[in-house]
């Protein structure tokens, strides 16, 4: 059974950083991607970032590029993705989620397996 388990949210003052966390399990993680998403209030869930294990290759939203890093350790079973200068607007709920086959990485119903979410707010 596939389970990704976030972590590593919090709340934050306008400028600082947070590392998220995604604990993967049930899969080859070898053999993966791995997207992050958020939903604030009253919005859609929106595609962050996302890392595939087939070339290496990380995506990001323009609204987080250059802020935010996306990076894996395969030896535990681990994305993480490292927010700096946060702002405001960053404030939402990030989940992780896995997909085995992925061609849009921002597009949610790629992903087959989701977290259960860890809040984000950033005050300024």
């Known amino acids: 059974e596939v389970q990704l388990v976030e972590s590593g949210g919090g709340l934050v003052q306008a400028g600082g950083s947070l590392r998220l966390s995604c604990a993967a399990s049930g899969f080859t993680f070898d053999d993966y991607a791995i997207g992050w998403f958020r939903q604030a209030p009253g919005k859609e869930r929106e595609g962050v970032s996302c890392i595939s294990s087939s070339d290496g290759s990380t995506y990001y939203a323009d609204s987080v590029k250059g802020r935010f890093t996306i990076s894996s350790d395969n030896a535990k079973n681990t994305v993480y993705l490292q927010m700096n200068s946060l702002k405001p607007e960053d404030t939402a709920v990030y989940y992780c989620?896995?997909?085995?086959?992925?061609?849009?990485?921002?597009?949610?119903?790629?992903?087959?397996?989701w977290g259960q979410g860890t809040q984000v707010t950033v005050f300024s």
């Open positions: 989620a896995e997909a085995s086959i992925l061609q849009r990485w921002w597009d949610r119903d790629e992903y087959d397996y």
